[in-house]
Structures are given as structure tokens and as C-alpha cells.
């Protein structure tokens, strides 16, 4: 091979940078990484480059998303990054589009327009999506994802020879389990025995918040699952009560006073009624109630009429803290705080934002709503015994913020140029999987970035292979509802799916059904799986389920299975994965971590960096009536529901032969 | 402990990254003083921005190339409609004070002198040198070791990059106790850029060693005795030397074992190879995304110097597009 034709000389070669002029590039995603990536692509002389990306900018973007100013908060991240980097590059050809990559418009047709397409995205769910239209499209993939320090690369296509033949395949992105970082709390842990910081974060923020201020017709699941709990025992309404009333304000009620009974009704009253409940305390700490004066201290009930420093001005609604004078994000209020800014917030709610109770949803930027949530989860901390947290971390933890940093997503940035050129220059058996790590592994070898050849396609995998599924649920008490959108969308990540089975049975949904279709598919939603038509999905059907816009079609057999613990499996089912035209059996519900596990995605996070990819699929987020979920900053500690069969020997091979990088031990070990 | 909380615009913007180091650290790189000296390399600008991004307490920069189409061909701050008056520096200082006005940032008059004032770096808490000669390097380590100013050089040539760190004596502690341990001090010894480049390859291990250490030497040697950098033409007499270097060691080695054969791993004849020189004596152009993985990792240590958080690499850190890895190696 002469010295130009051969990777890396080909990398500064005319030829390449010829190629590299005219080729159509995609970037799904113009936050963390999607500004280094820009910039980097234009710099490297890349100058036909599509751009999408729904978000707008926020101020805490601007300590990495370099392309973007202070004076460019709440305009389109895609159109402020195509313009900035035009000012170092006139020459670029960008195009913009501002919205989300899931929308129709974006379809194969579109993908196959492109030569590569490069992500960086921040959620699962689209990350999939992307991976199957880039799959049915047949156009090359790069993947990647920072959080922190830890960062990586990956490369997925598969690459036909001139002849038509397969000549180069890589997994793709589902080959391998996805960590999501959503995190499920049983219900009754929420509500009445909570243990760690972030159980009194959720219920401050999932109930007590929403209970106050959020849409009133909206029974939260919380709530649903305290009606049905409580239908037959009156008197078991424990730590927060579907009895809604006791939570609206009296017409003549100033908002103090209101806020003052609520304190007593959550911190004081539920804990007194939730202790007689003696079963629970029989292995427990018991809680302890808060009473409302002792925390204030002497000063607290003595004025009636608003004793808080600050509360006699006119509430801005902006915020409470502000209001009292009360300062240090960083550090633990006392209880004397917590209480003045638990009823301070709910002033300023009712008083300062009184158009927005009854419709606010929690936003961690909104300093009201994260101070009140401090409040609320500290006294209840305190209720608990449970050791209470500095607001600047109940708003990560609260928000599901991911950590991130300007020099991970930039070296993440070169890294998908680099990966990006290989495939121009027509040098896949060069492409690699790159890792980012935060401290040396191997102390002969001390490598900050460790690089590894692309995994194997998984003949197993749902969105490149010929799986077949295994659904363990109850299809008795399960809705077709449920089935759509917690299994299908949310666990699965289809956007529009259609489900057929040999028996007759079809649902569907998407674009080109006409209004009675539509009206059709709907009445099946309310009805159990086993009393659908074609005999039920039950036991043992086959489902064939589909999703024409990803072309993604999988086979899931149904495994009916009553009696779940609530508190092994919130969400009432488990998806695994089996081989191919194996017979029908039933997971091993005690220890499955065989069964597959296609990841839900990042719940309300909102940022533009993204997770780490790689490791055991941890258990999921899904929205079931009985769990509450929510995102932890930390890596998920709940148990392992699995992994595709093929990633956990991939892991374990890698890491025998000493190549293992930081973000896969890490959490192989979570 | 607490000296002073941040202000509000400051726990606005860095919220992100408080999460990752924490508000003590963004305090003390509030309070660091940065010098990066040549701008007309895309490692200086990468470096720039993410340390900039990061809030430290000032950036100085010192370039004074005039602004022209082909002056800096990899430093994004500097606008395609540059004013033809200002420096590289007077214009990258610009976009940076845009990107974060929490940051003093100056361009600091005069160019980057061949024997720098040693008073003059003194003032710095990291001085970093970019895509500077050989002989240039040498001088700003020393005068950087005279005032225990933290010293950094770094080239990025093709798809070949590396960066030196020179911290004299550093302590540090861990980014991460093990859950609720104090924070254990270390203290960390650094060598010379002079010696670090004359490291016996007797001490070598060729099973892990980063064969672009193999080539820097013979290039570093070529180019103190030249006077300019090595050029594919020059190859074979590089390649020589290497070879000779070798067959030194090998007989060191055979000397501490007069009776046996050379243990296994002992450093072979040809321990070079002629792809790896190449790529370092033909890397002429910088190549962006080489440039951005550099000046990723490299930001990373001045971070970590400045903090006293986080083991610094000690002492030389390789990234090429041969195999994408990035590799530390101990020299001297």
C-alpha cells in the first residue's frame, strides 16, 4: 500500500478532503456534543451539513455549548449554531432543521439522502429510532455519548461490496443493552416508608407538588394508586390522601394560612395517621410528625397573620428564598428554613403566580418550584430521619440533570470526525470504538482513550436480527392501553405501532387511517389483552408487531403471569428475549438476567449531552399505576431485569482481555 | 473553608459542571492565572475555549501573527472577516470574552520570545506552549521551573499529537473518595522537558511503550542538532539512529546479564517502525478533530492542576489516528 492510500496517512490526503467537501453529512442533535461536532466537522472541511434539533437555549447550556451566547437564550440551538459556525466558515452549506428527529418528515427517504449520519442525541428513545431508519435507510451510523468525564464513540452499518454482497457489518446500536438512567419506586415506598433522600425528592416533586399547584383533573399515579389501595378501607389514608379536598384552599383562606395547613396536613397530621399504621414500623424506624411551631420556632404561630420575614411584601412568584433573604444552594437548610420556605413558596404560588396553579408543571429552572421541592423533600427527610440535601442537589436529582462538561464532549466531537473520515476514505476495517476514561485502568498500559474494534451484529437483536420477544405480563388486568404505550412505546421505543396476530387480531395506529379507522383502534384500547378479538391476546399468542415508519418489525410472544411483586417489578411486566423459533418458556421470574430488555429512555432529562451507553440494561422507567418514576443522577442501583443474550459475554470477553474501559466496568459493577 | 459562595451568574451558567467538580473547585479555577502562547495553532483555540468555557479566574494569550486568511487555519475563534490590524490573539481574545464574559481575558502585547522572562511567566499559575520549535520549548520549561510555574508544550502534526507536562512537585487528591474516606494527599515529582527527552531506552517496556516515544526521540535529536524538523527525507537516518539506540540498550541489558540470553521483552533492533516515523516527519498541517481530542485532554489537566484534584499526567500524553488510543507515558 503507498503512503497515501493506507489509514492514517489518507487522512490528510486530497482526495479524502475532496470527498469530504461533498459529502451530505446528518447531525441529529446541536447541543453539547452536536456544537463541538459542528465545528469541528467545518473545520475539518466537511461543508454539506444538515442539522436537526428541536431544543432552544437555556442558560445553563452556555458553560459548554460554545457556539451560543447569553443573548441567544430561548432561540433555536440548530439556527444559532449554523450561523455561528458560518462566521468562522462562510463556505458551509448548512441546513437547519428545528424540530424532532422522531417527526414523519424525517423518514428512510430522508435518511437515505445522506452519506453518514452522525448523533449526538440525549435521549434512548431516539437514538433508537435513529439507528432504525439509518438501518432500513442503509446509511452508516455514529454514535455517541458523554456524562461527566466518561465519554465514547461507537460505529454501526453494515457495507455491501460492489456486487451486492455483505462486506463489512457492525452491531448496531441495540445490539448491545442500553443503561438508562430512569429509576421506578414502588408506590407504597413513596407514600408511606420512604429510606433514601431520593424518595422524599419524588414525592415532594411527583405529589405534593402536583398536588398543589399541577392540574387538578390529573390524579397522578400516586393517586391512582391510593384510590385503589384505599377503596375498601376508608380509613387507610395514609401520607397523602386521595381525599383531594383537604388540599384546596378555602374561598376566603389567605395563602399563608393555607400554606401553614398544608404543612400540618403533610408533615404533621399524615405522619401521626401513618404511624398507627403498626405493620409497616415492625422492622422500621418510625417516623417522626413535625410540628409546625417547634420548627419556626417561637416566633412561628404567634402571628397569624404572616410572622415570615419578607411575606408582608407582595409576592412576585419568583422566588421564596429571595423573598426571606435565605441564600446557600450548596449548603443544608435547618428545619426553621425549610419550613419558612416551604410556606413562603406556596405564597408565592397562590399569590404571585395564581394563573399558573392548577396547570404548573414541575420545570427545574423554574427557582420557585425547586426551592418549594427542597422544602417539602427535607421536612419530609426530617420526617424520616433520612439525612435532607442542599437545594443545588434535590435540582439535580429532582430534574434528572446530567452532569457535563465542555472537554469530554469535545474530544467526543473529534472522535466522530475522525470515525466520519475512515468511512469516506473507505477504511472501515480502520473504524473503532472509542472510549473516553476518567482515570488510567491499567497501570502498564495508563490510556486516557481506550479503542477497540466494532462488536459483532447480534444475530439476536431486536432491531437488526430476528429476535422474538418474550412479554411476561398479566393479560387479565392489563389493558391493550397499557400494552401500546408503556411495553410498545415507552419499553420498546416504537413511535407508531401496529401489533397483528394469526388469530385476527390488529390494532393500529399512525398516518393514513381515516377517522372511523382511528375510532376503531381506540375502543380497543380500554379492554384487557385477553378479551381483544381473535380469541384475546393471551397466554402463548403470538404478537407481530410493527412500526412501518422505523421499518422495525419484531415477534412478541405473550406469557401470561399473574401475582407480581410490586416491589421487584413496579411496572407489572418484563420483555425478554429468546432465540429464535425456541419453544415457548416461561422466564425464570427469580433471576432472569437473560431475557432482553430493550431500554426505555431517559425520562425528563432535558439536556443535550448524553448517557453512557454501554452495560447491562438496568431495570427501566415505566409509567405504570404503581411506581413513581424518576431519574437519578447516580447509576441506576435497581435490579438487573437483562440483558441481550449476546452483550454479556461481549462484556466479559472484552474485559479477559484487558481492553475494558472505564464506562463499561463501571457499570458492570452498578 | 468556605471562602465565598459564587455569584448568581456564575451558579447559573456553571451549573452543569459544578455537578461533575464541585463549587470548591470552581473556586480555585476562579482564581487561576492562564498564559497560552501561539494562537495560530487549533490546539491553542480548543484549549482556549475549554478553559475559558470552564471559568478560571484569566486567560492571557500571546501571538502577535497579524490576522490573515492562511494565519491560523485551525483557530475557529477567529472570524473569516478578521480585522487585518489585529493579532491572532487580540482576535481570539475577542470571541472569547463573547463565549464567557465571567473571564478576564486579555491578548497580551509583543510575540512569543525565543528566551522568555522568566519574571514574566512567574505571573502565571500554567503557562501553555503551542506548536512551537524544539529549542522554544526547552527555554519556557526552564524558565517555568525556575518560578514553579506549571509548564505544558504541545504539537499536534497530522494525524500525530502529543502534549508535555512539566508540574516540578504536585500535590494532589483523588476526584473520588472511596464513599465517605478523606481525600488522601499525593504528591507527584515531575522531570525536566530536557531529561525527559533523553529517557534510556533500556527502561523501556516494547510491549507498552507508545512507539511514537521511539520517534519523538530520534526527531527531538534531529531537530536540536539541525535546527529545523526532520523531513521524509530524513527517514532513513532517523530510522538509523533508532536503530542504534536500540542495539545500546539491548547491549546494557546484555550486560546485566552476562551469562544468559536477552530476557524476553528486552527491546528488539527494530523497534521503530517506518509507518509510525513517517506519520510523525510528514505531519505538516494540523488536523481539526487530532487537535480537539488534544486540546480536550489537555484542558482536562490544567484543570486538574489547578484544582489539586485529579492524578496530572506525568509526563507525556500520545493521541494519534493510528489506533485512536491515548496513551500516557512516564519519560525521564
Given at each position: 500500500m503507498t503512503l497515501s492510500s493506507r489509514w492514517p496517512s489518507v487522512a490528510t490526503s486530497s482526495q479524502l478532503k475532496e470527498k469530504m467537501r461533498n459529502a451530505k453529512v446528518l447531525c441529529v442533535g446541536a447541543g453539547g456534543i452536536g456544537c463541538e461536532l459542528l465545528k469541528t466537522l467545518v473545520?475539518?472541511?466537511?461543508?454539506?451539513?444538515?442539522?436537526?434539533?428541536?431544543?432552544?437555549?437555556?442558560?445553563?447550556?452556555?458553560?459548554?455549548?460554545?457556539?451560543?451566547?447569553?443573548?441567544?437564550?430561548?432561540?433555536?440551538?440548530?439556527?444559532?449554531?449554523?450561523?455561528?459556525?458560518?462566521?468562522?466558515?462562510?463556505?458551509?452549506?448548512?441546513?437547519?432543521?428545528?424540530?424532532?428527529?422522531?417527526?414523519?418528515?424525517?423518514?428512510?427517504?430522508?435518511?437515505?439522502?445522506?452519506?453518514?449520519?452522525?448523533?449526538?442525541?440525549?435521549?434512548?428513545?431516539?437514538?433508537?429510532?435513529?439507528?432504525?431508519?439509518?438501518?432500513?435507510?442503509?446509511?452508516?451510523?455514529?454514535?455517541?455519548?458523554?456524562?461527566?468525564?466518561?465519554?465514547?464513540?461507537?460505529?454501526?452499518?453494515?457495507?455491501?461490496?460492489?456486487?451486492?454482497?455483505?462486506?463489512?457489518?457492525?452491531?448496531?446500536?441495540?445490539?448491545?443493552?442500553?443503561?438508562?438512567?430512569?429509576?421506578?419506586?414502588?408506590?407504597?415506598?413513596?407514600?408511606?416508608?420512604?429510606?433514601?433522600?431520593?424518595?422524599?425528592?419524588?414525592?415532594?416533586?411527583?405529589?405534593?407538588?402536583?398536588?398543589?399547584?399541577?392540574?387538578?383533573?390529573?390524579?397522578?399515579?400516586?393517586?391512582?394508586?391510593?384510590?385503589?389501595?384505599?377503596?375498601?378501607?376508608?380509613n387507610g389514608d395514609a401520607a397523602d390522601?386521595?381525599?383531594?379536598?383537604?388540599?384546596?384552599?378555602?374561598?376566603?383562606?389567605?395563602?399563608?394560612?393555607?400554606?401553614?395547613?398544608?404543612?400540618?396536613?403533610?408533615?404533621?397530621?399524615?405522619?401521626?395517621?401513618?404511624?398507627?399504621m403498626e405493620e409497616l414500623w415492625e422492622a422500621r424506624e418510625k417516623p417522626k410528625p413535625l410540628q409546625l411551631a417547634r420548627c419556626l420556632g417561637d416566633g412561628g404561630s404567634a402571628d397569624q397573620n404572616g410572622a415570615l420575614q419578607g411575606a408582608h411584601q407582595a409576592a412576585t412568584g419568583e422566588s421564596a428564598c429571595k423573598a426571606l433573604g435565605i441564600t446557600g444552594a450548596y449548603r443544608i437548610w435547618s428545619l426553621a428554613e425549610c419550613a419558612k420556605v416551604l410556606i413562603e413558596s406556596i405564597r408565592q404560588y397562590l399569590e404571585g403566580r395564581p394563573a399558573e396553579v392548577g396547570e404548573a408543571v414541575f420545570d427545574k429552572e423554574d427557582d420557585l418550584a425547586v426551592e418549594f421541592v427542597t422544602a417539602a423533600a427535607n421536612l419530609r427527610a426530617a420526617n424520616y430521619n433520612i439525612p435532607q440535601q442542599s437545594l443545588f442537589v434535590t435540582k439535580g436529582m429532582a430534574g434528572n440533570i446530567i452532569h457535563a462538561i465542555a472537554t469530554t464532549n469535545a474530544v467526543v466531537g473529534g472522535l466522530i470526525v475522525v470515525e466520519a473520515m475512515k468511512l469516506?476514505?473507505?477504511?472501515?476495517?480502520?473504524?473503532?470504538?472509542?472510549?473516553?476514561?476518567?482515570?488510567?485502568?491499567?497501570?502498564?498500559?495508563?490510556?486516557?482513550?481506550?479503542?477497540?474494534?466494532?462488536?459483532?451484529?447480534?444475530?439476536?437483536?431486536?432491531?437488526?436480527?430476528?429476535?422474538?420477544?418474550?412479554?411476561?405480563?398479566?393479560?387479565?388486568?392489563?389493558?391493550l392501553d397499557d400494552l401500546v404505550n408503556k411495553v410498545l412505546k415507552k419499553s420498546l421505543s416504537l413511535v407508531e405501532p401496529t401489533v397483528r396476530t394469526d388469530a385476527g387480531f390488529e390494532y393500529e395506529e399512525?398516518?393514513?387511517?381515516?377517522?372511523?379507522?382511528?375510532?376503531?383502534?381506540?375502543?380497543?384500547?380500554?379492554?384487557?389483552?385477553?378479551?381483544?378479538?381473535?380469541?384475546?391476546?393471551?397466554?402463548?399468542?403470538?404478537?407481530?408487531?410493527?412500526?412501518?415508519?422505523?421499518?422495525?418489525?419484531?415477534?412478541?410472544?405473550?406469557?401470561?403471569?399473574?401475582?407480581?411483586?410490586?416491589?421487584?417489578?413496579?411496572?407489572?411486566?418484563?420483555?425478554?428475549?429468546?432465540?429464535?423459533?425456541?419453544?415457548?418458556?416461561?422466564?425464570?421470574?427469580?433471576?432472569?438476567?437473560?431475557?432482553?430488555?430493550?431500554?426505555?429512555?431517559?425520562?425528563?432529562?432535558d439536556d443535550d449531552d448524553l448517557v453512557i451507553i454501554n452495560g447491562p440494561a438496568a431495570k427501566e422507567g415505566h409509567e405504570d399505576d404503581d411506581v413513581v418514576s424518576i431519574g437519578e443522577p447516580e447509576v441506576s442501583q435497581a435490579a438487573v431485569v437483562g440483558t441481550l443474550p449476546q452483550a454479556e459475554g461481549n462484556l466479559s470477553k472484552r474485559s479477559a482481555d484487558g481492553d475494558i474501559d472505564g464506562p463499561r466496568k463501571r457499570q458492570r459493577g452498578a | 473553608?468556605?471562602?465565598?459562595?459564587?455569584?448568581?451568574?456564575?451558579?447559573?451558567?456553571?451549573?452543569?459542571?459544578?455537578?461533575?467538580?464541585?463549587?470548591?473547585?470552581?473556586?480555585?479555577?476562579?482564581?487561576?492565572?492562564?498564559?497560552?502562547?501561539?494562537?495560530?495553532?487549533?490546539?491553542?483555540?480548543?484549549?482556549?475555549?475549554?478553559?475559558?468555557?470552564?471559568?478560571?479566574?484569566?486567560?492571557?494569550?500571546?501571538?502577535?501573527?497579524?490576522?490573515?486568511?492562511?494565519?491560523a487555519p485551525g483557530n475557529f475563534l477567529i472570524p473569516a472577516d478578521f480585522m487585518a490590524s489585529q493579532s491572532v490573539a487580540e482576535a481570539s481574545a475577542e470571541t472569547l470574552r463573547e463565549m464567557n464574559p465571567l473571564v478576564r481575558i486579555a491578548a497580551l502585547p509583543g510575540g512569543i520570545a525565543d528566551e522568555p522572562e522568566t519574571e514574566y511567566l512567574g505571573g502565571f499559575d500554567v503557562v501553555l506552549l503551542v506548536q512551537a520549535p524544539l529549542h522554544m520549548q526547552l527555554a519556557y520549561d526552564k524558565a517555568c521551573t525556575d518560578t514553579n510555574t506549571a509548564f505544558f508544550t504541545a504539537c499536534s502534526r497530522g494525524t500525530i499529537s502529543y502534549f508535555f507536562e512539566n508540574l516540578h512537585v504536585h500535590e494532589w487528591t483523588p476526584m473520588d473518595a472511596p464513599s465517605g474516606a478523606p481525600l488522601q494527599k499525593s504528591l507527584a515529582s515531575f522531570t525536566p522537558l530536557e531529561s525527559a527527552l533523553q529517557h534510556p531506552w533500556k527502561k523501556l517496556s516494547p510491549r507498552y511503550t507508545h512507539k511514537l516515544v521511539y520517534a519523538l526521540r530520534v526527531c527531538s535529536e534531529f531537530e536540536l542538532r539541525e535546527g529545523r524538523r526532520p523531513a521524509l527525507a530524513d527517514a532513513d537516518k532517523l530510522q538509523h539512529r533508532a536503530r542504534e539506540l536500540a542495539l545500546e540498550a539491548r547491549a546494557e541489558v546484555a550486560a546485566d546479564y552476562p551469562r544468559a540470553p536477552l530476557p524476553k521483552g528486552t527491546i528488539p533492533e527494530d523497534v521503530l517502525p517506518t509507518e509510525v516515523l513517517e506519520e510523525l516527519v510528514t505531519g505538516d498541517m494540523e488536523l481539526p478533530p487530532v487537535s480537539a481530542v488534544l486540546g480536550g485532554v489537555l484542558a482536562n489537566e490544567i484543570l486538574k492542576v489547578v484544582s489539586h484534584k485529579g492524578e496530572p499526567v506525568n509526563n507525556f500524553f500520545f493521541f494519534s489516528l493510528m489506533d485512536n488510543i491515548g496513551q500516557i507515558e512516564t519519560l525521564g
Open positions: 473545520l475539518t472541511g466537511f461543508e454539506d451539513i444538515t442539522v436537526i434539533d428541536m431544543d432552544t437555549i437555556e442558560t445553563s447550556n452556555l458553560n459548554r455549548q460554545f457556539l451560543f451566547r447569553k443573548h441567544h437564550v430561548g432561540t433555536s440551538k440548530a439556527r444559532v449554531a449554523a450561523d455561528a459556525v458560518r462566521v468562522f466558515r462562510p463556505n458551509a452549506n448548512i441546513t437547519v432543521y428545528q424540530g424532532n428527529v422522531k417527526e414523519s418528515r424525517f423518514d428512510k427517504t430522508f435518511f437515505g439522502g445522506f452519506a453518514l449520519v452522525l448523533n449526538g442525541l440525549d435521549n434512548v428513545e431516539a437514538r433508537r429510532h435513529v439507528n432504525r431508519l439509518c438501518l432500513s435507510a442503509g446509511v452508516p451510523l455514529i454514535e455517541s455519548g458523554t456524562e461527566g468525564y466518561l465519554g465514547q464513540v461507537t460505529v454501526h452499518y453494515r457495507l455491501k461490496n460492489e456486487a451486492g454482497e455483505m462486506q463489512y457489518a457492525t452491531e448496531c446500536f441495540e445490539c448491545a443493552p442500553k443503561q438508562s438512567r430512569t429509576k421506578t419506586y414502588p408506590v407504597c415506598t413513596i407514600r408511606n416508608t420512604p429510606d433514601k433522600p431520593i424518595h422524599c425528592i419524588v414525592w415532594a416533586k411527583e405529589l405534593l407538588f402536583a398536588r398543589l399547584f399541577g392540574r387538578p383533573d390529573v390524579m397522578t399515579d400516586l393517586d391512582e394508586a391510593a384510590a385503589k389501595e384505599e377503596g375498601a378501607d376508608a390522601g386521595h381525599n383531594a379536598t383537604a388540599f384546596l384552599r378555602g374561598p376566603d383562606e389567605p395563602a399563608e394560612a393555607y400554606a401553614r395547613r398544608i404543612f400540618c396536613r403533610v408533615f404533621d397530621e399524615d405522619i401521626v395517621k401513618v404511624l398507627s469516506l476514505a473507505s477504511k472501515p476495517e480502520n473504524s473503532r470504538a472509542t472510549f473516553i476514561l476518567k482515570h488510567v485502568t491499567n497501570p502498564k498500559a495508563k490510556r486516557l482513550l481506550n479503542a477497540i474494534a466494532p462488536g459483532e451484529p447480534s444475530p439476536k437483536c431486536a432491531a437488526c436480527g430476528t429476535a422474538r420477544l418474550e412479554l411476561l405480563i398479566d393479560t387479565s388486568k392489563t389493558c399512525g398516518e393514513g387511517l381515516d377517522e372511523d379507522e382511528v375510532a376503531v383502534n381506540k375502543a380497543k384500547l380500554p379492554l384487557p389483552l385477553d378479551q381483544q378479538a381473535g380469541g384475546g391476546l393471551k397466554h402463548s399468542t403470538v404478537m407481530y408487531v410493527e412500526d412501518q415508519v422505523q421499518e422495525f418489525h419484531v415477534q412478541v410472544e405473550i406469557c401470561h403471569k399473574n401475582d407480581w411483586d410490586e416491589e421487584q417489578d413496579p411496572e407489572g411486566f418484563r420483555i425478554g428475549g429468546s432465540v429464535p423459533q425456541a419453544a415457548a418458556k416461561a422466564v425464570d421470574t427469580a433471576g432472569s438476567s437473560d431475557a432482553a430488555s430493550p431500554s426505555a429512555g431517559i425520562q425528563s432529562d | 473553608m468556605v471562602s465565598e459562595e459564587l455569584t448568581e451568574a456564575e451558579a447559573k451558567v456553571y451549573d452543569r459542571q459544578l455537578r461533575v467538580w464541585g463549587v470548591e473547585t470552581q473556586r480555585r479555577l476562579n482564581a487561576a492565572k492562564i498564559l497560552i502562547a501561539g494562537l495560530t495553532s487549533g490546539v491553542a483555540a480548543e484549549v482556549a475555549k475549554n478553559i475559558a468555557l470552564a471559568g478560571v479566574g484569566s486567560l492571557s494569550l500571546l501571538d502577535s501573527t497579524p490576522c490573515s486568511p492562511d494565519a
